[in-house]
C-alpha cells in the first residue's frame, strides 16, 4: 500500500474474494441501511454518482435528533463503480449546518470541503438550566468514519476495490 493509498483510504478486496456483479454490490450497500443508524444510502442519480451515502439530517425524523445533539456538520461520500477496474470510487463532501427554527439549512460559504475527509470532534456543553438545575446541555459528536467504515466493507465483502479519490473526477 502506497502513501496515497493510506491517505485516501483505498483498500483492495480480500485475497480470493470473488468480484460480485454490480446490481449485487449496489445491494450489499443498500444493505447497511437500517433504521436507527443516522446515515443513509441511496441512489446517487441526482448527484450523478451511483450511489451516495450520507447524514440523515435532511429527514424529518431526524431534525429534533441532530438539532438536539447540536449537529453542526454534514458528511456525505459520493460513489461511482468502476467495473473496468472494479473499484467503487469515493469523494467526501463536508457541509456546515446552520439551524432555523428547528430546521437545518445547509451552508457552503467558505465552510464546504470535497476529497477525502478524515475527522473526528466532540463537544459537551454543561451550564446551568432556565429552571435553576445544572446539567448537560448537549453532546456533539462527528466522526466521519461511522459512515466510511461500513460502506466499505461492505464493498470489501462483495469483492470490489475502494479508491478514495481526492484531486481527481469520479
Do not use: C, H
Not at 483505498?10 to 454490480?22: C, D
Not at 450497500?29 to 450523478?48: H, Q, S, W, Y
Not at 475527509?117 to 446541555?137: M, N, P
Request: aromatic share 12%; no cysteine; glycine share 8%.
Amino acid at each position: 500500500m502506497g502513501l496515497f493509498d493510506f491517505l485516501t483510504g483505498s483498500k483492495t478486496p480480500p485475497a480470493g474474494a470473488v468480484r460480485q456483479p454490480v446490481a449485487e454490490l449496489r445491494k450489499s450497500l443498500m444493505d447497511v441501511n437500517r433504521a436507527t443508524a443516522p446515515f443513509v444510502i441511496r441512489d446517487g442519480k441526482k448527484e450523478g454518482v451511483d450511489m451516495v451515502a450520507e447524514w440523515r439530517i435532511v429527514d424529518a425524523r431526524w431534525y429534533e435528533i441532530f438539532a438536539k445533539a447540536g449537529i453542526k456538520k454534514v458528511f456525505k461520500v459520493l460513489m461511482k463503480f468502476d467495473e473496468a477496474k472494479g473499484e467503487v470510487r469515493a469523494v467526501d463532501e463536508l457541509w456546515e449546518v446552520e439551524w432555523r427554527a428547528g430546521v437545518p439549512t445547509l451552508s457552503a460559504s467558505g465552510s464546504a470541503s470535497r476529497g477525502q475527509k478524515w475527522e473526528k470532534s466532540f463537544e459537551t456543553v454543561y451550564a446551568f438550566r432556565e429552571d435553576g438545575s445544572y446539567g448537560q446541555i448537549y453532546d456533539y459528536r462527528f466522526d466521519t468514519s461511522e459512515i466510511k467504515d461500513p460502506i466499505r466493507a461492505a464493498v470489501l465483502a462483495a469483492g470490489w476495490g475502494w479508491r478514495g479519490v481526492a484531486f481527481s473526477k469520479l
